[in-house]
């Protein structure tokens, strides 16, 4: 397995909730690295995350200021620190490798958000908040 994703739960709105991806550390060392999520009849979005050369994390609109994506280089995990969840951002969350940032984007400039970038994909974990 590449990438792992864990974490979810039924959680409150207004609480925290971190989720984890555990990638190879090929992917991890050298890809540009996704959280993305989903829900049903809704096409997969992007939430957070880092270019291959880790220049900076890059969020969506709706989670920036709430949601915080870091990584742990020693354990080949990213993280997704969720707080003051809402309903709406209930969905099934997925943790995405990208293995052509490096060849489209060398200076790392920008973070990809489109989902047909990437091209190595975690199972998803699912996160409901109740309002």
């Known amino acids: 397995v590449q990438l792992q994703a864990s974490g979810g739960g039924l959680v409150q709105a207004g609480d925290s909730l971190t989720l984890s991806c555990a990638a190879s550390?090929?992917?991890?060392?050298?890809?540009?690295l996704g959280w993305f999520r989903q829900t049903p009849g809704k096409e997969r979005e992007f939430v957070a995350g880092?270019?291959?050369?880790?220049?900076?994390?890059y969020y969506a609109d709706p989670v920036r200021g709430r949601f915080t994506v870091s990584k742990d280089d020693a354990k080949n995990t990213m993280y997704l620190q969720m707080s003051t969840l809402k309903p709406e951002d209930s969905g099934v969350y997925y943790c995405?490798?990208?293995?052509?940032?490096?060849?489209?984007?060398?200076?790392?400039?920008?973070?990809?958000?489109?989902?047909?970038?990437?091209?190595?994909w975690g199972q998803g974990t699912q996160v409901t908040v109740s309002s």
């Open positions: 995405a490798a990208n293995s052509q940032d490096s060849r489209h984007n060398p200076l790392g400039l920008v973070v990809p958000t489109a989902n047909y970038e990437y091209d190595y």
């Open positions: 550390e090929q992917l991890f060392s050298n890809y540009a």
């Open positions: 880092f270019n291959w050369r880790r220049s900076y994390p």
